[in-house]
Structure formats: structure tokens, C-alpha cells
């Protein structure tokens, strides 16, 4: 038989074989496209053939090669889609329908938003501003001197450190008070805003506290702002947040960019008073620093300190939800563990 007919009588062959289960499947395999198919000794007859055929030869031969190529990969997707189907479940129309997985605000995005939504009832608007700042917004327009502990490395995060011919030092924000420094720059007062935002700090990661977390601060720059005005607007943050018996108290404190400053304490919301670790046996616990804007960090931004006066506050998130919901580990709230986030799905504020 000569090879031209040899091509013709493989030809008849794929066509007319059966392929209707996986064994039949793996014989066509081996006789047609394995490693040592009979197609392949037709590739070595291409020696005998007279040179003016081998041309045409040589296309019959790839004819025949891809037929059955093509073959074999209908039959492989054809076996493939049965097995999908056949493990398909069966649909039980009979059966209650299941309850759809609803996923959990995390906890210091409701406190977050909480706090938002108090100061916004009255007056405050929202104020952002960047992360990675310059040594003048994040320190010394908020009345820091040069020696000031907060401006060493164990506190902070330097991105880069100016150099001896005055360039400034690049900072991650150790608070979201360079977004009162901008704001105060680029506002006239009246100004009342709220600055949320993430912050960082080198800090140890404990129980107690982290690299990474989360304030919110608040500013009122006008005429004839008192420290009266301060007490009554915390006052009324306090209990909208908590409840209204909440005990609250005010500390002298310092603060740099505030004078007078104070401290605020409420009473410890997880021992109620008895003492505990949150509140290191005291019953009260701070949740916030304030103060009356210093006269310096008004000048610094062009205001008039003779004319307005204003206050100004802080408070971390992961404080203010540690006592809302009881929560006695800062780390749980970067941990991503789902059991500990499902608990704050149905937490209404």
C-alpha cells in the first residue's frame, strides 16, 4: 500500500471511529495522537516519496494529522461537559430558601460615622487632609518647639529628614492636627470642623495601643469663644454618644498648641467605677484632650489672635469603641478575625 493510500485508508479510520466512553477514548489517544501513533510513520515515509509529490504529500498529511487532532478535542470537551453536568446537585424546589451572609461594619467605622453624625447636628462640617506631612503642619505651626519629646524617632514615623540647609523633615501625621493648621490656612472664620483620619505613632503594639490608629479632632475658631463653649459642646458629644447619667469630669492637662488645656474623663463603662485594668483601677477612663486654641498657632496661620479665639479637642476611635462595646484589645480591631467582626453586625448606635 503506498503512502498516498495509507492516508486515505487512516482517514476512513478517524472518521468512522466510535468514541462513547473514556476507554474508547484513551485507545484513539494512543493509535492517533499518542507518542508513537501510526500518524507518525507516515511522517517518516516522507523520504520515499518522489520530490515532486512531496508538496502535496505533505499537505495531505496535515490534513489528515489535524482531522484527527480535532477529533480528539471534541471528544475530550464532549467527556468533559458530562461530568459537569452529572455533578451538578439536583434542585430541590421544596426546600426554604437560605438567608444570604450579611457582612459587618467594622466597629471603629460605626463609631466613626457616630461621631460624625453628633458633631455634624451641630454645625461642624468634615475636614481631610494628607497622611504623609511636613514638619511645619504637623509640628511647628501647632506650637511644638524644636526640642519637644514628640518630634524624636521613638515617636514618630520620619519618611525623610531634612537636611542641615533647612529642608523640612517628611512625616507620617502623628495627629489629624495638620488638617486644623491647613484648614486655618486657607479659611477665614468663622471655622467649625471635625478632621477624622488615620495616624501613626512608634509605638510599641499592645493591648493598649498601636502603630497605626485612628482620631478624630475638632475646631471652632470665631468671636468671642470661651471656654464655657468648649465644656458644653464635649458635654453634649459625650452624652448624645454614651447616655445621658455618663459622669463626666475635666482635668487640667497640657497640651502645646492649647492653653488653658484639659483632659475629660468619663466614668469607666466596663467596671462602672469599680476599677479596673481599662481604667487602671480609677473608674474613670480619659476619652479626649482639649483646650483653648493657643494665641501662637493663630498667628502661625494668619489669624488674629486679639480678634477670635476658638477651641480645639482630640479623641482616638479605638478608645471611644473599646468602651462603647467592651472591647479589652486594641490588636483585635486589625486582626481581621471574622468571629470577632460578625459580632458588631446587628449593633445599632
Same mark, same amino acid.
Given at each position: ?27 484513539? !489517544?494512543?493509535?492517533? &495522537? ?13 523520504? +520515499? @516519496?518522489?520530490? #515532486? ?19 480528539? /478535542? ?25 438567608? *444570604? ?32 506631612? *511636613? ?15 514628640? !518630634?524624636?524617632?521613638? %515617636?514618630?514615623?520620619?519618611? /525623610?529628614?531634612?537636611? /542641615? ?13 495638620? @488638617?486644623?493648621?491647613?484648614?486655618? #490656612? ?32 475638632? &475646631? ?8 464655657? *463653649? ?35 474623663? &468619663? ?10 485594668? &481599662? ?14 486654641? %493657643?494665641? +501662637?498657632?493663630?498667628? +502661625?496661620? %494668619?489669624? *488674629? ?12 476611635? #479605638? ?22 467582626? /460578625? ?7
Amino acid at each position: 500500500m503506498s503512502a498516498e493510500e495509507k492516508i486515505e485508508s487512516y482517514k476512513k479510520e478517524i472518521e468512522a471511529f466510535s468514541i462513547s466512553n473514556e476507554e474508547e477514548l484513551e485507545k484513539y !489517544r494512543l493509535r492517533f &495522537i499518542g507518542r508513537k501513533n501510526v500518524l507518525g510513520e507516515l511522517f517518516g515515509e516522507m523520504r +520515499n @516519496v518522489a520530490p #515532486e509529490n512531496r508538496k502535496s504529500f505533505g499537505v495531505s498529511l496535515n490534513e489528515l494529522k489535524n482531522l484527527a487532532e480535532d477529533k480528539f /478535542k471534541a471528544s475530550v470537551e464532549l467527556f468533559k461537559g458530562a461530568k459537569q453536568v452529572k455533578k451538578a446537585a439536583p434542585v430541590d424546589l421544596t426546600l426554604p430558601p437560605q438567608d *444570604d451572609e450579611v457582612g459587618a461594619v467594622h466597629p471603629l467605622t460605626q463609631i466613626r460615622a457616630r461621631i460624625i453624625q453628633i458633631f455634624e447636628r451641630i454645625g461642624f462640617s468634615v475636614a481631610d487632609g494628607p497622611e504623609i506631612e *511636613d514638619d511645619f503642619h504637623n509640628f511647628t505651626a501647632l506650637n511644638f518647639p524644636p526640642n519637644h519629646p514628640a !518630634r524624636e524617632m521613638q %515617636d514618630t514615623f520620619f519618611i /525623610k529628614k531634612g537636611s /542641615k540647609d533647612g529642608e523640612e523633615d517628611i512625616v507620617l501625621r502623628t495627629h489629624t492636627s495638620n @488638617v486644623q493648621i491647613r484648614l486655618m #490656612e486657607n479659611q477665614k472664620p468663622p471655622i467649625r470642623a471635625i478632621m477624622p483620619g488615620r495616624v501613626y505613632r512608634n509605638e510599641a503594639i499592645s493591648a493598649r495601643a498601636h502603630c497605626m490608629f485612628h482620631q478624630v479632632e475638632g &475646631i471652632y475658631i470665631n468671636e468671642n469663644v470661651s471656654f464655657k *463653649d468648649l465644656k458644653q459642646t464635649l458635654y453634649h458629644f459625650a452624652k448624645e454618644l454614651f447616655h445621658k447619667d455618663i459622669k463626666i469630669r475635666f482635668r487640667p492637662s497640657f497640651f502645646p498648641f492649647t492653653e488653658p488645656s484639659a483632659e475629660m474623663d &468619663i466614668s469607666c463603662l466596663i467596671c462602672h467605677g469599680e476599677g479596673c485594668n &481599662i481604667c487602671k483601677y480609677t473608674g474613670w477612663v480619659e476619652i479626649l484632650g482639649s483646650g483653648m486654641v %493657643d494665641p +501662637n498657632v493663630l498667628e +502661625n496661620c %494668619d489669624i *488674629d489672635s486679639e480678634k477670635y479665639t476658638g477651641f480645639a479637642f482630640g479623641m482616638g476611635i #479605638e478608645r471611644i469603641a473599646q468602651l462603647k462595646f467592651q472591647v479589652n484589645d486594641l490588636r483585635l480591631y486589625t486582626e481581621n478575625d471574622v468571629r470577632f467582626l /460578625k459580632q458588631f453586625s446587628r449593633i445599632t448606635l
